[in-house]
């Protein structure tokens, strides 16, 4: 079993920052894409930003220039910091874990989801 554990949600003014984290643990050999997605209300999920365990990323292009992707691998972690925040950033982030397991078998598994809200 993997847990993924998001924080940093919450709301914010239209300008302001919000920094995301989700914490992996379980039974993960080595972890190959860490990720964020996000779905506002009758949406689809859609790509925010993901990165490779060299440390490439990709951004989905409603958010680049404004949001970062970091990973701490020591930790499992990733990372998202968000500025100039806008409303239409306004969703549930969830966090994607791209990993193998100890039989070397790829998986995938997904976070709770955590609410951002940018409203004034």
């Known amino acids: 079993q993997v847990q993924l554990v998001e924080s940093g949600g919450g709301s914010v003014q239209p300008g302001g920052s919000l920094r995301l984290s989700c914490a992996a643990s379980?039974?993960?050999?080595?972890?190959?894409?860490m990720g964020w997605y996000r779905q506002a209300p009758g949406k689809a999920r859609d790509l925010v930003a993901v990165?490779?365990?060299?440390?490439?990323?990709t951004y989905g292009d409603s958010v680049k220039g404004r949001f970062t992707i970091s990973r701490d691998n020591a930790k499992n972690t990733v990372y998202l910091q968000m500025n100039s925040l806008k409303p239409e950033d306004t969703a549930v982030y969830y966090c994607?874990?791209?990993?193998?397991?100890?039989?070397?078998?790829?998986?995938?598994?997904w976070g709770q989801g955590t609410q951002v809200t940018v409203s004034s």
């Open positions: 990165i490779l365990s060299g440390g490439s990323t």
């Open positions: 994607y874990l791209d990993y193998s397991k100890y039989d070397l078998i790829r998986s995938g598994s």
């Open positions: 379980g039974s993960i050999f080595s972890i190959n894409t």
